[in-house]
């Protein structure tokens, strides 16, 4: 009997799916196994992305979000094509990234058979439910258009976390009619709890010192949190994914400053804290949660994270922004507390001087580099944990971009390489060690390739510099960790960049300059102090 081709085929459905949800630009790579997805792209208008690893791909989808507000789209084929994006969905997972990664799957028929079959995974879809939020595999296309659809109503109405979408095979290339369309995503949002917020509004007016904590999940809410701020003369503390959601440059602010002792001790001498779409967890603090009993109110869209490492004498479950905005109804002005803060910030900025000292020079070049608005791709590296996060100053959340939770190497250039897609007229900057450089160094070529404007900066010292600082402090013979650098200036010449190799960091501002203005990559090395 010949196929049914009427109605719609598994891949035509998926992409279908994804233009109605109104993406802009996927990033993929095409094997074997997906091609009947790419099949269907073409005719979409639909972007499409080719990094160099899927690695770089997911990495460059998190900082497409992360820079843009765009959910990204990762399209990967069978076997390693998904085991290569584990780590940036891990990441995103980690801090709460919403991002889509579609692959094919083997046929119904050979699946869980151990049968030999090309790219036979184990159990592909279980691999990537134990990384994302959830890993759904189809069984129809018209199931596979809804499980697209039902992926981004997620992304809109709960915590954004990546997910995964398998479709077999046999399902890409079956045909039916997908019937109606999904309905959008719910507008009408859950009650908030009433005798929560008076609660919370009650705390707030007292006297004393309040202080706020604000992480990812506060971003949206910047105007309603500084109007609250300002309203009850709080302080602010964010972590470093919820940087500057208060601007960095307000009276109130006390900056990304969360891991650092003097803010922690702030928290527990504060007669209350707010702490706004955050887990409060060991990778913001670099330890344990202060103590922070019976003054701690929160706030989330996750229900499950108001008791989390520390819990709430207040919990309210809910959009920030929509939580914020009925606290604002409920609380009355108190006086600004503004001399108490110049002396805590005084003792944070030594603090974060103590371990950070060697990069103020730098920072305060990247910072005339960006000025307000520009958008740093950090990879996990000295210069950024100790140096931008602290020294750089934002009006805005959403200009650094950093791997908080997961801390994984070889994020920033293609993170970069995202968030200059997602802001093409905004100036993007990576910032990364010579260790992490190396991870996804590839990408360098899809920079290139795509005439991408992108300074990369790179202190290099030689290896894994944190690493062998932390073996020295344990009394650990140093192994591993220094490293042979190739030639970078070279390197990025041979990807189809350019480089530049410096003496000191007083060259660097020209060198900068000149890097926001040429059309493709360049990398920038500068010597590293100890190294």
């Known amino acids: 009997m010949a196929p049914d081709h009427t109605g719609v085929s598994g891949g035509e459905a998926v992409i279908r799916a994804l233009s109605e949800e109104g993406v802009e630009l996927v990033f993929g790579i095409p094997g074997t196994h997906n091609l009947p997805l790419y099949r269907h792209l073409g005719a979409t208008g639909i972007r499409h992305v080719t990094p160099r690893h899927e690695q770089g791909g997911g990495y460059a989808a998190d900082g497409y979000f992360r820079a843009g507000g765009r959910p990204g789209v990762l399209l990967v084929t069978t076997g390693p094509g998904v085991t290569n994006a584990a780590t940036p969905v891990a990441t995103a997972w980690a801090d709460s990234v919403p991002m889509l990664v579609i692959a094919p799957s083997l046929p119904t028929d050979v699946e869980g058979r151990d049968a030999g079959f090309l790219h036979q995974t184990k159990d592909q879809r279980g691999a990537m439910e134990s990384l994302a939020s959830s890993s759904h595999r189809a ?16 992304f809109a109405c709960e915590r954004p976390r990546p997910a995964h979408i398998e479709v077999p095979l046999d399902v890409l290339e079956a045909h039916e009619e997908l019937g109606d369309p999904a309905p959008p995503a719910s507008s009408i949002a859950p009650t908030l709890d009433a005798d929560a917020l008076e609660k919370a509004a009650a705390l707030l007016a007292q006297d004393g010192r309040i202080t706020f904590v604000l992480g990812g999940g506060a971003r949206h809410a910047q105007e309603s949190l500084t109007m609250l701020a300002e309203r009850i003369g709080a302080a602010v503390l964010t972590t470093v994914n919820g940087k500057a959601t208060v601007s960095e440059h307000h009276s109130l602010s006390l900056g990304a400053s969360l891991r650092l002792r003097s803010a922690q001790a702030w928290l527990t001498e504060s007669d209350v804290v707010l702490a706004v779409g955050t887990e409060l967890g060991e990778s913001d603090l670099w330890g344990p949660t202060p103590a922070l009993a019976g003054k701690l109110i929160r706030v989330d869209l996750d229900e499950a994270q108001l008791d989390k ?91 650094l971009l950093y791997p908080t939770g997961y801390a994984t190497l070889g994020y920033g250039v293609p993170a970069g390489i995202g968030a200059k897609l997602a802001c093409p007229e905004t100036p993007v900057m990576v910032l990364s060690g010579d260790g992490g450089l190396m991870f996804t160094l590839a990408e360098l070529v899809t920079a290139a390739e795509l005439g991408l404007s992108l300074p990369i900066v790179v202190p290099n010292n030689g290896g894994y510099g944190e690493i062998r600082r932390q073996m020295r402090q344990a009394d650990i013979e140093p192994i591993g960790v220094d490293l042979a650098v190739p030639d970078l200036p070279a390197l990025a010449s041979a990807c189809g960049g350019r480089g530049k190799r410096l003496d000191r960091v007083a060259q660097l501002p020209a060198a900068l300059d000149g890097a926001l203005a040429h059309p493709g990559p360049t990398l920038i090395e500068l010597p590293c102090r100890g190294s």
């Open 139 to 154: 069984t129809s296309p018209a199931d596979a258009y809804r499980a697209v659809r039902d992926a981004f109503r997620r």
């Open 309 to 399: 490492n520390a819990p709430a004498a207040v919990g309210i479950a809910g959009d920030s922004e929509r939580v914020v905005n009925a606290l604002l109804e409920l609380v009355s002005a108190r006086p600004h507390r503004s001399p108490e803060l110049h002396d805590v910030r005084k003792q944070l900025t030594d603090e974060a001087l103590g371990d950070g000292g060697d990069w103020v020079e730098l920072c305060a070049v990247l910072q005339r580099a960006l000025g307000d608005d520009g958008v740093l791709a950090a990879d996990s590296t000295m210069a950024t944990y100790y140096g931008a996060v602290h020294m750089l100053r934002f009006g805005a959340p959403g200009r």
